[in-house]
């Protein structure tokens, strides 16, 4: 006796994906819609030159450095040295302070644009970028206006050397 195979196995079966299409004409604009566009601000930012040290230029400028400590930020020359010394009080910097001295170095040379920030690996990120918004530039009030001053708007970073002992406790 042969077995008869049954013709409904031969049978095609179509997919059915209309249900996949109805939710992914949902689902797409619904994820463009609800997607967050962040913005993104860049600044540009220029490293020091390799051979910086090898320069043998006789005319001597201004190198202005910002060092900063987890518990001091330091204004130093690169050439004259320390400048002005502040401590962080409750973890804050006195900016008004700040602001005075780096009003005083832009007006005693006006066409320096540079500035090379030095930073101790203990630094957070946040005070770095407070650092660089306060170097580049300053509202000051002139007459009855509000107006932005131009300080250093050409930022270097580099890494700060380890501090000695002694300079530490001094200013």
């Known amino acids: 006796m042969r077995l008869k195979r049954s013709s409904a196995l031969h049978e095609t079966v179509e997919l059915n994906i209309t249900a996949f299409l109805n939710l992914m004409v949902i689902l797409v ?6 997607a967050v566009f962040s913005r993104m601000t860049v600044l540009e930012l220029t490293l020091p030159p390799l051979n910086s040290g090898d320069s043998t230029e006789e005319k001597v400028e201004l190198q ?3 060092l900063l400590y987890p518990d ?10 320390r400048i002005r010394q502040f401590d962080l009080q409750n973890d804050t910097i006195d900016w ?3 602001r005075e001295v780096l009003l ?7 066409e320096e644009t540079s500035v090379t920030l030095l930073l101790d690996p203990a630094v957070p990120y946040k005070r770095l970028i407070e ?41």
């Open 29 to 34: 604009p619904f994820l463009l819609i609800t």
């Open 131 to 171: 650092v660089m918004d306060h170097v580049r530039s300053m509202e000051t009030v002139v007459v009855t206006s509000l107006e932005e001053v131009e300080l250093f708007p050409s930022v270097a970073i580099g890494q700060a050397p380890p501090r000695v002992q002694g300079e530490e406790a001094s200013e």
């Open 104 to 110: 005083a170095v832009k007006q005693r040379f006006p």
């Open 72 to 81: 001091s930020l330091e204004i130093r020359d690169a050439t004259a040295g």
């Open 64 to 66: 202005l450095q910002i």
């Open 96 to 98: 008004p302070q700040v």
